[in-house]
T-cell receptor, first 116, second 111 residues
Framework: KAGVTQTPRYLIKTRGQQVTLSCSPI?????VSWYQQTPGQGLQFLFE???????NKGNFPGRFSGRQFSNSRSEMNVSTLELGDSALYLC???????????????FGEGSRLTVL | QQQVKQSPQSLIVQKGGISIINCAYENTAFDYFPWYQQFPGKGPALLIAIRPDVSEKKEGRFTISFNKSAKQFSLHIMDSQPGDSATYFC??????????FGAGTQVVVTP
């Protein structure tokens, strides 16, 4: 079974640009969540999608947005990039969400964004 | 604001020693407490998890101790091996809710 696939793996952008990151979850997984990882801050929750609906959202500005498609693939977009957006963006899928022994998140290897 | 506080930030342990990482939380709605292990260049992977109806869970050399009244939980790595060198994250989640992760602990096991 293929794991969570994130593209692109690395990208460099300049301030003010926008970026779109893609995540393909494990087949059959309906929940996709996104996290921002920076040194010293750990993993900060961005948002979670389940069956194309955003179910939970973290404390990030509106420049950060996402969506999920009917095949459970997800994208996140960051507009008007700032230097502080430089981070590793991780996508995780799970199935089902919640319940005994079903809370495991399966992470991709991330998309490393550098903003210059 | 970190809802799950993790310590220490880093630790160095000799091969065969015990690594201990601690986490504390405030939200009593948290219902599920996993630990994730992350190697450089990889995404985190589930190591072991516990629910608050038990005080301890052991899987091989890894043990979670859970203290519900103190709202604390910890990871013990017994007989630490160089292959255990990684970053460890504790996390907490309410049922059907989003995960809150600690800031991470970088563990280095020296030969």
């Amino acid at each position: 079974k293929a794991g969570v696939t994130q593209t692109p793996r690395y990208l460099i952008k300049t301030r003010g640009q926008q970026v779109t990151l893609s995540c393909s979850p494990i087949s059959g997984h309906r929940s996709v969540s996104w996290y921002q990882q920076t040194p010293g801050q750990g993993l900060q929750f961005l948002f979670e999608y389940f069956s194309e609906t955003q179910r939970n959202k973290g404390n990030f500005p509106g420049r950060f947005s996402g969506r999920q498609f009917s095949n459970s693939r997800s994208e996140m977009n960051v507009s008007t990039l700032e230097l502080g957006d430089s981070a590793l963006y991780l996508c995780a899928s799970s199935f089902p969400v919640g319940g005994a022994d079903t809370g495991e998140l399966f992470f991709g290897e991330g998309s490393r964004l550098t903003v210059l | 604001q970190q809802q799950v506080k993790q310590s220490p930030q880093s630790l160095i342990v000799q091969k065969g020693g015990i690594s201990i990482i601690n986490c504390a939380y405030e939200n009593t709605a948290f219902d599920y407490f996993p630990w994730y292990q992350q190697f450089p260049g990889k995404g985190p992977a589930l190591l072991i998890a516990i629910r608050p109806d038990v005080s301890e869970k052991k899987e091989g050399r890894f043990t979670i101790s859970f203290n519900k009244s103190a709202k604390q939980f910890s990871l013990h790595i017994m007989d630490s091996q160089p292959g255990d060198s990684a970053t460890y994250f504790c996390a907490a989640s309410p049922f059907w809710g989003k995960f809150q992760f600690g800031a991470g602990t970088q563990v280095v096991v020296t030969p």
